[in-house]
């Protein structure tokens, strides 16, 4: 079974700091990972997605495969930035099943 | 390009009670996909459609199903509501194959008393 694991429900950092959301999962195939934001009054979108390897609002998230791990990070978190972050896993069988995390709240602190 | 749409936005019901909900996909996206949010579980994944056929399911009772029409768009349905169904239900929509990437439409949010 494909399982994604946020530890921190909640991060606060001041801005100007450096922010890395946790993310690990479990799944025995060759998973796509994604990162998904939902800020305050708005719709769940997609941050990015590693097959893409790009840097979205000065985010990056790189998959490693040997610690299961997908870290979202920024080095300076802006206050535009507080929002619930989602990590998502989408199975390689070719069907859109995508099991996300809990989520962790990001907190900017002006 | 319309997002997706979901109706209705807010419902309450009183258990023992069904609900319906609707969710119009973007023009041209064939699988939908349906989540269930709350504070403490996050999104849980419910189902997903592709040409009216469900191809996943997650681990939710049998109160909770589904369907697909021809024009894609999707309904659930949720029989003899618990507290516990009390929640934001997402739709999300996408091609099949190719971007794999999810849009969501706002939610409808179901208050159970």
């Known amino acids: 079974a494909q399982r994604v694991t946020q530890p921190e429900k909640l991060l606060s950092v001041f801005k100007g700091a450096p922010v890395e959301l946790k993310c690990n999962y479990s799944y025995s195939g060759s998973p796509e990972l994604f990162w998904y934001v939902q800020y305050s009054r708005q719709r769940l979108q997609l941050l990015l997605r590693h097959i893409s390897r790009e840097s979205i609002k000065g985010f990056t998230a790189d998959l490693n495969k040997g610690e299961t791990s997908f870290h979202l990070k920024k080095p300076f978190a802006q206050e535009e930035d507080s929002a619930m972050y989602y990590c998502a896993l989408r199975n390689s069988g070719g069907y859109q099943k995508v099991t996300f995390g809990t989520g962790t709240k990001l907190q900017v602190i002006p | 390009k319309a997002g997706v749409t979901q109706t209705p936005r807010y419902l309450i019901k009183t258990r023992g009670q069904q609900v319906t909900l609707s969710c119009s996909p973007i023009s041209g996206h064939r699988s939908v996909s349906w989540y269930q949010q709350t504070p403490g579980q996050g999104l849980q994944f419910l189902f997903e459609y592709f040409s009216e056929t469900q191809r996943n399911k997650g681990n939710f009772p049998g109160r909770f199903s589904g369907r697909q029409f021809s024009n894609s768009r999707s309904e659930m349905n949720v029989s003899t509501l618990e507290l516990g169904d009390s929640a934001l239900y997402l739709c999300?929509?996408?091609?099949?194959?190719?971007?794999?990437?999810?849009?969501f439409g706002a939610g409808s949010r179901l208050t159970v008393l």
């Open positions: 999300a929509s996408s091609l099949a194959g190719g971007a794999n990437v999810l849009t």
